[in-house]
């Protein structure tokens, strides 16, 4: 593989579907005359072969050493760096170092000193978020011992500015243990420990500070958010899909297939489905996560072979090998070289290993084989002959993708070539396949190679098979919640959901704030679908310009109109004399009054997302405090 850019690849930008068909110049047009799968992958696959973009051999660039004009000229970079930070210009000597960086291969000593001076510039800068992901990857790589005890004290202050005094102790002891490595004087050693002492001193009165304030937000008088919350699926579990609660039923409507619908009422606040992830990974972004757990650990241990993923400790090691990292890492520098999202390319491959063994390749493909041939109605798959929708991970996940029709043919060949690819690297890193099961292996259809499946967190992505059923609203009735290190993720009603109606969450961030219009059209681009939402369909208006007060044309109970009127009153003054950090110890109240609006005024209106909003920020803050 002659082409690998290890590194230029950015997850965040727009994936460019015509990088195949560009090289090949039109071939993709005869995939569209081929009617299954299975054969637009084998012609994808021959094609490739054909025109030698195949891999052959695992070889990587070879890592000669750097000839002396290479030298000289990666210290003359380095030299521009540092004249920068001295001068003060942080932004630009950030940029410098980036570059180095875009330049130099993961886990070596320059990529290590790069990373640790672009950590300066950004600690300079105030981003300390930022900075300490940047020593993090310094400390995986492989530093020059000597700076080992200067890396490890500078981690210790980027988290006392973070507020994190425990952190910090723990990197202070570290960077003493490496002192002997240093080549500092005794002089200098001595200067260096109590510059040391001072700032674990500081530590500690830090960590008493923090204790107090924890001591008295528990000590406020609503004792059930003082003991760690367990949270319970309401109704209990369901019997056909358990990540879901008892309450619910899988039906279908026209314009969005499936969807999850309330078979009793459902409060504010109720849990209605709790899933750990089928696969997950890191995400390229947030490189030091532990690769097999997501923690982000204070030291991230490089993968012994690869260098290329990280771990919080040597149980995660021995067990992401055993899950598969071991064919994985031979290949994970050609898979992180590919075209594409390459979280999405890594989280494919894995996902594929995760299904190979527990079943083994035979099964796997003839499962995929009958499911593909026999169930090629969106709107039925998943279910079985009694109507039951099949809450087996393998073929929920399989069901969820009903997207092959909205591709272009540019985005379909793209997807079957990096399948190919991944396939071939498999092949080549001694993964025995036969050429008949070529085909079932990687369906495209079914593999998650697709943005639509890639949750917009800085750490990580998974995919949550029952989770994945919800539908989009851009009033959304559920809210996620849980962090992504956590794993296990809890969705909760946040309006209420009389019997009947459908579960819907917000596939987007900020859609609060934004026209019709704008929503739509990220509907449209980001999950290749027309939004068919309330909201959209009867174009409420924004936020802003929603009707505030009570009128003939919004009471839906006019005996009610009074308790309405008084309750608004009431909510406001709320508003006015209650400390944001205190809406917590409201919630029933704010429930309550959720609730009477909703039954009593049609929607929308401004008070209930008023009331909403606060919700909302009661769930994130309790999500922060309590599952973090
Ligand atoms: C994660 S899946 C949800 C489950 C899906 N309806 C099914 O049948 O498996 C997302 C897909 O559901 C459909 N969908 C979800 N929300 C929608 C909405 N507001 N309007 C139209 N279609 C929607 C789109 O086809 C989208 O690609």
Not at 218 to 223: F, I, L, N
Not at 376 to 387: A, C, H, L
Request: aromatic share 10%.
């Amino acid at each position: 593989m002659s082409n690998a850019t290890y590194g230029r690849e950015n997850p965040l930008q727009t994936v460019n579907y015509s990088h195949y068909t560009d090289r090949l110049k039109k071939p993709a047009d005869a995939l569209s005359e081929l009617k299954s799968a299975d054969n637009k992958f084998l012609f994808t696959r021959a094609l490739l072969m054909e025109h030698g973009i195949l891999p052959t051999t695992l070889d990587r660039p070879a890592k000669s050493d750097k000839s002396q004009e290479e030298l000289i000229k990666l210290m003359a970079e380095m030299e521009i760096g540092f004249d920068l930070q001295i001068g003060g210009k942080y932004k630009e000597a950030a940029k410098q170092f980036s570059m180095i960086l875009i330049d130099s291969e993961p886990g070596t000593e320059d990529h290590a000193q790069a990373l640790f001076q672009r950590a300066m510039s950004l600690f300079q800068m105030g981003l300390y978020t930022q900075c300490l992901m940047d020593v993090r990857q310094a400390m995986g790589s492989k530093y020059p011992p000597e700076i080992g005890s200067i890396l490890y004290k500078f981690a210790g202050l980027v988290h006392r500015h973070l507020g994190r005094p425990k952190e910090a102790k723990t990197c202070y002891v570290e960077c003493l243990r490496r002192l002997n490595d240093s080549n500092l004087t005794s002089e200098q050693q001595n200067q260096f420990r109590s510059e040391v002492a001072i700032a674990m001193d500081r530590c500690k009165f830090r960590e008493k500070k923090e204790e107090t304030k924890e001591e008295t937000y528990w000590s406020s008088d609503d004792s059930a958010l003082g003991r760690p919350i367990v949270e319970k699926l309401v109704g209990g579990r369901n019997e056909n899909i358990p990540a879901l609660s008892a309450f619910l039923e899988l039906k279908s409507s026209i314009n969005m297939g499936r969807g999850v619908y309330a078979t009793h009422d459902i409060n504010p606040g109720d849990v209605v489905a709790i899933e750990k992830p089928y696969i997950y990974g890191g995400w390229l972004l947030h490189k030091a996560c532990c690769h097999n757990c997501l923690k982000v650990p204070i030291f991230p241990i490089p993968c012994t072979n690869c260098s290329l993923v990280y771990y919080c400790s040597k149980t995660c090691m021995d067990k992401s090998m055993k899950d598969g990292h071991n064919f994985v890492c031979p290949i994970i520098f050609f898979i992180r070289s590919m075209p594409g999202i390459t979280d999405l390319n890594e989280l494919a491959l894995k996902w594929l290993l995760k299904e190979l063994s527990k079943m083994g390749l035979k099964k796997y493909c003839s499962l995929v084989d009958t499911y593909s041939k026999s169930q090629t109605d969106s709107m039925t798959r998943g279910f079985n002959d009694d109507g039951q929708y099949k809450s087996d991970n393998f073929l929920t996940a399989y069901s969820l993708d009903i997207c092959e029709e909205k591709m272009s043919i540019d985005e379909m060949f793209f997807f079957n070539c990096i399948a190919a690819e991944i396939l071939q690297y498999l092949m080549l890193s001694g993964f025995k396949i036969q050429e008949c099961y070529l085909a079932s292996l990687i369906n495209v259809e079914r593999f998650p190679l697709k943005s639509k499946y890639y949750v917009t967190h800085p750490t990580a992505l998974a995919l949550y098979p029952s989770i994945g059923l919800f539908n989009h609203s851009c009033d959304a009735n559920i809210k996620r919640s849980g962090k992504l290190s956590k794993k296990t993720r809890v969705m909760r009603a946040i309006q209420p959901i009389p019997k009947g109606r459908q579960l819907f969450f917000n596939y987007g961030r900020f859609f609060d704030n934004m026209k019709k219009e704008t929503r739509q059209e990220i509907c449209l681009d980001c999950f290749k679908f027309e939004c068919c939402c309330q909201s959209c369909l009867e174009n409420w208006p924004h936020y802003d310009s929603m009707p505030g007060g009570l009128s003939a044309m919004n009471i839906l109970n006019p005996s009610m109109a009074d308790t309405v009127i008084k309750e608004c009153k009431r909510f406001e003054k709320f508003l006015n004399t209650v400390d944001r950090a205190d809406y917590h110890l409201h919630l029933d109240y704010l429930n309550g009054f959720l609730k009477l609006l909703f039954t009593n005024v049609k929607l929308p209106f401004k008070k209930y997302y008023e009331c909403l909003n606060v919700i909302d920020h009661i769930y994130t803050k309790l999500d922060y405090l309590t599952l973090g």
